[in-house]
């Protein structure tokens, strides 16, 4: 394993790239621990064992993580028989939402296999390791208790920020709460994954450092030229006695919910938009979930030179679906009312390639695995007509994802 900085004097590492018949994905991980993925309905990679990797803290660990990826990957000797996006070597990402205190991850499996466009392939780095498989455990009981910001006090903590922004302080902020969940025995990251990819098959089911959830937010992808975003903002959940037409048709015309919406796109629009040569925003469009809907836009743009997906990354980190209007404000009062740290939950999740190609997702719906303990983190955009209990309830409705995971429903 590599922890320094990539050396060009060390003896090249191998990657081989071959291809597969496609066998699945998440049910190939082999060990409880330590598994690596972005899957999203069957497509995408999985990664076990550690070739390489690079942590990093503070407010240029999106510039030294680019910098480390172009260094390792100049230093290895690839044969690749696809030379597709996510084939060759790959790296899974993890970067904390905030400049500090925060750590960032990137970590080089020892093997990947990805599914892509009816292609699948293995690809091996360094030695590709031979793991023992383990049998998938299913958790025990398993008891909630509060994090470091337990609902009462976020209620407190809304109620103020929606004051600051009646006030005219800012326009928009994003917070958050967490919940603390202890298992009998240490929890199997593949059951979580398996039962997040089962019940939210529209979602990206990711795993990187112990980080695990399903978002359904795609903060940037690059395949070559193209670049896009799914961008999420305004929700809405399931009520008694309310069809989901009828929720979808609530959402959509909610003035409340339709400005936080604009606010997340303009946000992600204007910084993406100095890389693009063209761009287009299309929606809002409802996206529908088991335990919530989201006001739902998609951006598309054409890059002009070629930014890696880091690069790209540092700029729309973080959008005002997870920060807020003005982009510093948000931060301000997200620090001062939110109090916690909220470690890589809300920061970028994903995985690049040796060609600066990747997917980066806005890690929601999650939570930060260890041993038998669960840290889940659920927040809500705010705007001054935001109603600090309807707001509780939607991190509750947001946080149902991982609860049903962790209980095995
Ligand atoms: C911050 C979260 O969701 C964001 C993404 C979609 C909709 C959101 C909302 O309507 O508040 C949030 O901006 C979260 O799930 O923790």
Redesign the pocket.
């Known amino acids: 394993m590599t922890t320094a900085p990539a050396s060009r004097t060390r003896p090249r590492l191998r990657v081989r790239t071959r291809r597969v018949a496609d066998t699945g994905l998440l049910g190939r991980l082999p060990a409880p621990t330590g598994a690596l993925a972005w899957v999203r309905d069957g497509s995408g990679l999985v990664g076990w064992g550690e070739a390489a990797r690079f942590e990093v803290s503070g407010p240029d660990r999106f510039a030294a993580a680019d910098r480390w990826w172009r260094e390792f990957t100049a230093g290895l000797d690839v044969a690749d028989e696809l030379g597709v996006p996510g084939s060759g070597p790959v790296a899974f990402v993890s970067l904390a939402f905030a400049d500090r205190p925060g750590r960032s991850v990137l970590v080089v499996p020892e093997v990947v296999a990805g599914v892509r466009n009816g292609d699948a392939w293995v690809t091996t780095i360094g030695t590709g390791g031979s793991p023992e498989v383990r049998p998938v455990r299913r958790p025990s009981t398993v008891r909630y208790s509060d994090g470091q910001l337990p609902v009462t006090a976020y209620r407190e903590a809304v109620r103020a920020a929606v004051a600051r922004m009646r006030a005219g302080e800012l326009d928009k902020v ?1 917070l ?1 709460h967490d919940l603390v969940a202890v298992a009998e025995a240490p929890l199997d990251h593949r059951f979580l994954l398996a039962g997040l990819a089962r019940r939210y098959p529209e979602c990206w089911v990711y795993a990187v450092d112990g980080l695990i959830g399903a ?3 795609l903060l940037l992808r690059r395949s070559g030229p193209v670049v896009d975003s799914r961008v ?4 809405t959940w399931p009520h008694d006695g309310v069809s989901d037409d009828e929720l979808a048709a609530t959402l959509l015309s909610s003035g409340k ?1 339709r400005e ?2 604009e606010y ?1 796109v303009r946000s992600l629009a204007e910084t993406l938009r100095p890389f693009c040569t063209t761009m287009s925003v299309d929606g809002p469009s409802v996206l529908r979930l088991p335990n ?1 809907s ?2 739902s836009s998609d951006v598309i743009g054409t890059l002009h030179g070629s930014p890696s997906l880091l690069r790209l990354g540092a700029a729309v980190h973080p959008t ?3 920060g807020g209007t003005p982009r510093a404000d948000a931060l301000a009062v997200i620090e001062e009312l939110e109090g916690m740290d909220r470690g890589r ?2 920061g970028p999740v994903g995985w690049i390639d040796g060609n600066g190609d990747g997917e980066l997702g ?1 890690a ?2 999650c939570a930060q695995v260890e041993g038998r303990t669960a840290r889940l ?6 705007v001054a007509e935001s109603d600090p209990d309807s ?1 509780v309830r ?2 509750h409705a ?1 946080m149902l994802p991982f609860r049903e995971a962790l209980e095995g429903r």
């Not at 999420?232 to 929700?235: P, Q, R, Y």
């Not at 983190?377 to 705010?382: E, I």
């Open positions: 994003v958050a978002t359904p937010e999420l903002a305004g929700t919910n936080e919406h997340a919530v989201h006001l005002a679906a997870v939950y809300a806005v929601l719906r983190f659920a927040g809500c955009g705010l707001e939607e991190a947001k």
